[in-house]
């Protein structure tokens, strides 16, 4: 049953969402304890991440921060909003999140993460094999963007990366355009 498979994957990420927004310590760059609400990623407008770090070899390994996963300069420039910050969870079993607010507290961005031991290839199995998944050309990974959830999902190297843009007022295909780019910088850092 496709559908239920759909609803499990989508409670998933909406739990991650919900956790990235709650009231746990997440863990920053270096290792840092980030107390609740507290922003983690990218500093500065113009700042690369950092390296996003791995074990073993061959893509293989897991990632110490989603919000590593984009610069704050590329968010804005690929939406045209400013002022974003990110706020993550911390990685618990190869899962995690990363909400980017704008300066008016709007989400920017979401993104959820799974690695290849929390089941990325099972979950992404699911999503791209789903009637209305359109696949995305142009990204270094297999991606598929969801109408119905106006998510993108990216799989790469065993990880799977959940992509929403903007919020609901937005429409599909500007969330489809917006993913797409946000898209392609994450396949280059995974």
């Not at 290792?31 to 690369?48: D, R, S």
């Not at 999503?127 to 799989?155: C, N, R, Y």
């Amino acid at each position: 049953m496709p559908g239920r498979h759909v609803r499990r994957s989508l409670l998933l990420g909406a739990t991650l969402l919900i956790a990235a927004c709650g009231g746990t310590p997440t863990t920053g760059p270096g290792g840092a304890t980030n107390q609740p609400g507290a922003t983690t990623g990218p500093g500065g407008g113009g700042a690369t991440p950092a390296p996003v770090a791995t074990q073993g070899g061959g893509g293989g390994g897991s990632i110490s921060h989603v919000c590593e996963l984009l610069t704050v300069s590329e968010i804005e420039s690929i939406m045209s909003v400013t002022g974003v910050s990110g706020t993550e969870t911390a990685i618990i079993s190869e899962s995690g999140a990363c909400v980017y607010l704008t300066g008016t507290s709007d989400i920017a961005v979401a993104l959820s993460f799974t690695g290849s031991a929390a089941g990325a290839q099972v979950v992404w199995d699911t999503w791209k094999t789903q009637p209305e998944a359109v696949q995305l050309s142009g990204i270094d990974g297999e991606a598929v963007f969801m109408p119905s959830a106006e998510t993108t999902f990216l799989f790469k190297n065993g990880k799977l990366i959940g992509i929403q843009a903007g919020n609901g007022a937005a429409g599909a295909d500007q969330r489809k355009a917006w993913e797409t780019e946000l898209a392609k910088k994450i396949a280059g850092r995974l």
